[in-house]
Protein backbone atom coordinates (compact mmCIF):
# COMPACT_ATOMS: atom_id res chain seq x y z
CA UNK A 1 0.00 0.00 0.00
CA UNK A 2 2.79 2.14 1.36
CA UNK A 3 4.86 1.44 -2.43
CA UNK A 4 1.48 2.36 -4.01
CA UNK A 5 0.60 5.81 -2.29
CA UNK A 6 4.36 6.47 -2.94
CA UNK A 7 4.15 5.93 -6.51
CA UNK A 8 0.65 8.13 -6.52
CA UNK A 9 2.31 11.11 -4.77
CA UNK A 10 5.42 11.47 -7.62
CA UNK A 11 3.22 11.07 -10.37
CA UNK A 12 1.36 14.18 -8.92
CA UNK A 13 4.65 15.83 -9.17
CA UNK A 14 5.60 15.16 -12.88
CA UNK A 15 1.89 15.52 -14.08
CA UNK A 16 0.75 18.59 -15.90
CA UNK A 17 -2.62 20.30 -14.63
CA UNK A 18 -4.43 23.27 -16.70
CA UNK A 19 -5.24 26.05 -13.76
CA UNK A 20 -8.81 26.95 -13.31
CA UNK A 21 -9.27 30.77 -14.24
CA UNK A 22 -7.77 33.02 -11.65
CA UNK A 23 -5.77 30.30 -9.96
CA UNK A 24 -2.24 31.05 -10.17
CA UNK A 25 -0.53 27.82 -8.54
CA UNK A 26 -1.57 24.30 -7.90
CA UNK A 27 0.50 22.40 -5.36
CA UNK A 28 0.44 19.05 -4.16
CA UNK A 29 0.52 17.51 -0.40
CA UNK A 30 0.65 14.37 0.89
CA UNK A 31 0.69 12.87 4.63
CA UNK A 32 1.15 9.74 6.49
CA UNK A 33 4.60 8.44 4.44
CA UNK A 34 6.99 10.36 6.01
CA UNK A 35 7.38 11.85 9.84
CA UNK A 36 6.47 15.33 7.87
CA UNK A 37 2.95 16.33 8.42
CA UNK A 38 1.49 18.86 6.39
CA UNK A 39 -1.62 21.44 7.45
CA UNK A 40 -2.99 23.98 5.12
CA UNK A 41 -0.95 27.47 6.05
CA UNK A 42 -3.38 30.00 8.45
CA UNK A 43 -3.85 33.21 7.62
CA UNK A 44 -6.51 35.46 8.58
CA UNK A 45 -9.29 33.75 8.27
CA UNK A 46 -10.64 30.02 7.68
CA UNK A 47 -13.26 28.30 6.58
CA UNK A 48 -13.61 24.46 6.89
CA UNK A 49 -16.23 21.54 5.25
CA UNK A 50 -14.98 18.24 6.74
CA UNK A 51 -17.84 15.48 7.92
CA UNK A 52 -14.98 14.19 10.63
CA UNK A 53 -13.68 16.51 12.98
CA UNK A 54 -11.50 16.30 15.85
CA UNK A 55 -10.84 18.99 18.83
CA UNK A 56 -7.02 18.82 18.44
CA UNK A 57 -7.22 19.14 14.71
CA UNK A 58 -9.41 22.43 15.14
CA UNK A 59 -7.60 23.91 17.67
CA UNK A 60 -4.43 23.84 15.84
CA UNK A 61 -6.00 25.02 12.60
CA UNK A 62 -7.76 28.06 14.21
CA UNK A 63 -4.73 28.97 16.08
CA UNK A 64 -4.21 32.69 16.05
CA UNK A 65 -7.90 33.16 13.72
CA UNK A 66 -10.32 35.66 15.65
CA UNK A 67 -13.63 33.60 15.80
CA UNK A 68 -15.19 36.41 13.97
CA UNK A 69 -12.98 35.46 10.93
CA UNK A 70 -13.47 31.03 11.12
CA UNK A 71 -16.35 29.27 10.22
CA UNK A 72 -16.95 25.32 10.01
CA UNK A 73 -19.34 23.17 8.40
CA UNK A 74 -19.64 19.72 9.23
CA UNK A 75 -22.30 17.15 10.22
CA UNK A 76 -24.39 16.86 12.95
CA UNK A 77 -22.75 13.59 14.45
CA UNK A 78 -18.78 14.99 13.82
CA UNK A 79 -19.64 18.04 15.48
CA UNK A 80 -21.50 16.67 18.59
CA UNK A 81 -18.72 15.05 20.28
CA UNK A 82 -16.66 18.23 20.30
CA UNK A 83 -16.05 20.38 23.21
CA UNK A 84 -18.07 23.83 23.73
CA UNK A 85 -14.31 25.89 23.57
CA UNK A 86 -13.21 24.00 20.72
CA UNK A 87 -16.98 25.33 18.74
CA UNK A 88 -16.25 28.72 20.20
CA UNK A 89 -13.08 29.25 18.00
CA UNK A 90 -15.66 29.55 15.12
CA UNK A 91 -18.20 32.68 15.32
CA UNK A 92 -20.17 30.01 12.50
CA UNK A 93 -20.84 26.58 12.66
CA UNK A 94 -23.13 25.12 10.63
CA UNK A 95 -24.30 21.50 10.25
CA UNK A 96 -25.34 20.22 6.55
CA UNK A 97 -29.41 19.87 6.56
CA UNK A 98 -30.80 16.42 6.27
CA UNK A 99 -32.36 17.72 3.03
CA UNK A 100 -29.37 18.05 1.13
CA UNK A 101 -28.32 14.32 1.97
CA UNK A 102 -28.47 11.79 -1.37
CA UNK A 103 -29.07 9.01 -1.37
CA UNK A 104 -27.16 8.41 -5.04
CA UNK A 105 -24.65 6.23 -5.10
CA UNK A 106 -21.96 4.15 -7.42
CA UNK A 107 -23.22 0.76 -8.14
CA UNK A 108 -21.89 -2.02 -6.31
CA UNK A 109 -20.51 -5.13 -8.35
CA UNK A 110 -22.96 -7.33 -6.66
CA UNK A 111 -25.01 -5.83 -3.89
CA UNK A 112 -26.22 -3.33 -6.56
CA UNK A 113 -26.24 0.60 -5.57
CA UNK A 114 -23.79 1.52 -2.38
CA UNK A 115 -25.96 3.90 -0.59
CA UNK A 116 -23.62 7.58 0.14
CA UNK A 117 -25.42 9.61 2.66
CA UNK A 118 -24.06 12.64 4.27
CA UNK A 119 -21.15 15.13 3.78
CA UNK A 120 -17.96 13.86 2.34
CA UNK A 121 -16.47 16.88 1.26
CA UNK A 122 -13.07 18.32 2.77
CA UNK A 123 -12.44 21.74 1.99
CA UNK A 124 -10.12 24.27 4.10
CA UNK A 125 -10.19 27.39 2.76
CA UNK A 126 -7.79 30.34 3.62
CA UNK A 127 -6.71 34.44 3.03
CA UNK A 128 -3.50 35.53 3.53
CA UNK A 129 -3.00 38.99 2.73
CA UNK A 130 -4.08 39.12 -0.95
CA UNK A 131 -4.08 35.45 -1.70
CA UNK A 132 -6.72 32.94 -1.25
CA UNK A 133 -6.13 29.35 -0.98
CA UNK A 134 -8.64 26.23 -0.94
CA UNK A 135 -7.02 23.19 -0.04
CA UNK A 136 -9.24 19.42 -1.03
CA UNK A 137 -8.41 16.06 -0.41
CA UNK A 138 -9.27 13.14 1.55
CA UNK A 139 -8.20 14.58 4.95
CA UNK A 140 -10.54 15.58 6.92
CA UNK A 141 -9.91 17.97 9.99
CA UNK A 142 -8.69 15.17 12.42
CA UNK A 143 -5.69 14.78 14.42
CA UNK A 144 -4.54 11.32 12.49
CA UNK A 145 -5.06 13.64 9.15
CA UNK A 146 -3.63 16.89 9.92
CA UNK A 147 -1.93 16.70 13.41
CA UNK A 148 -0.29 13.29 13.82
CA UNK A 149 0.27 12.27 10.38
CA UNK A 150 -0.75 8.96 10.68
CA UNK A 151 -3.24 8.98 7.89
CA UNK A 152 -2.19 8.85 4.59
CA UNK A 153 -3.43 11.55 2.98
CA UNK A 154 -3.73 13.54 -0.64
CA UNK A 155 -4.08 17.63 -0.95
CA UNK A 156 -4.42 19.62 -3.81
CA UNK A 157 -3.54 23.27 -3.11
CA UNK A 158 -5.13 25.55 -5.47
CA UNK A 159 -3.79 29.25 -4.64
CA UNK A 160 -5.67 32.54 -6.25
Given at each position: ?30 NG ?13 L ?51 E ?52 N ?9
Amino acid sequence: MKDMVTSLAGDLTRAEWDKPEHIRSISFAVNGLTDDVWRPRIGGTLGIISPFVTDEALVTLSRGIAPAKACLLSRAEGLAFLQPETLARFDQVAVLDEMAETEDGDEGEEDGPITARGLHAKAFITERYSSTKITIGSGNATAPALVSGNNVEVFAILSG
